[in-house]
């Protein structure tokens, strides 16, 4: 039974450029999550997606948008990259009730901004 | 700044008990979680409590919760070096489970 998949693995990109970064949840999960995880930090919630739409979203600019397809897997968009946007970009799939049942983590995007 | 705090740096040796300590600051978090992250990795869900238990058991590593002090730790008996990791400490306050993490504590086991 395959985890979360992520992809690519790594990616480098120059400032002002955009980028897309995909995840397929684990097999039986609807609802994927995306985190930033800046080096030496622990990660930040950027935003949330079930049945298709954005649930819940944290606090971060409208340059960063995402789409869930229906098949559950997810797409997160950074337009106009800021050399601030590098970090780990990790997905995170889950059943609905979330807290109840926990997130299977994918090894994440490692972006890199020139 | 994060509403979770954790000390940044843990060595142990080989054999010995490993005791990770974190601080949260939302008296109204349901869940609280510990993960696991080895270089080049995603998070790995370690255990986690339910924010009306005070201690949960699960083989090898134990966690405690003091709600009166928000402090939540975890405990790992006979700490051997695959143990060897950063450490995330993270709460969450609904059931759609948005995490909140502290700043992560790398522990580093000696031989």
């Known amino acids: 039974d395959a985890g979360v998949t992520q992809s690519p693995t790594h990616l480098i990109k120059t400032r002002g450029q955009q980028v897309t970064l995909r995840c397929s949840p684990k097999?039986?999960?609807?609802?994927v999550s995306w985190y930033q995880q800046a080096l030496g930090q622990g990660p930040q919630f950027i935003f949330q997606?079930?049945?298709?739409?954005?649930?819940q979203r944290g606090n971060f600019p409208d340059r960063f948008s995402g789409h869930q397809f229906p098949n559950y897997s997810s797409e997160l968009n950074v337009n106009a990259l800021l050399l601030g946007d590098s970090a780990l970009y990790l997905c995170?799939?889950?059943?609905?009730?979330?807290?109840?049942?926990?997130?299977?983590f994918g090894s994440g995007t490692r972006l890199t901004v020139v | 700044g994060e509403d979770v705090e954790q000390s940044l740096f843990l060595s142990v040796r080989e054999g010995d008990s490993s005791v990770i300590n974190c601080t949260y600051t939302?008296?109204?978090?349901?869940?609280l979680y510990w993960y696991k992250q080895e270089p080049g990795a995603g998070l790995q869900l370690l255990t986690y409590?339910?924010?009306?238990?005070d201690m949960k058991q699960d083989q090898r590593l134990t966690v405690l919760l003091n709600k009166k002090d928000k402090h939540l730790s975890l405990r790992i008996a006979d700490t051997q070096t695959g143990d060897s990791a950063i450490y995330f400490c993270?709460?969450?306050?609904?059931?759609?489970?948005?995490?909140?993490f502290g700043a992560g504590t790398q522990v580093v086991v000696t031989p």
């Open positions: 995170a799939s889950s059943l609905p009730d979330t807290a109840n049942y926990g997130y299977t």
């Open positions: 097999s039986g999960h609807d609802t």
């Open positions: 997606y079930y049945e298709e739409e954005e649930r």
């Open positions: 939302d008296s109204s978090s349901t869940y």
């Open positions: 409590i339910f924010s009306n238990m």
């Open positions: 993270a709460e969450t306050f609904d059931s759609w489970g948005k995490l909140q």
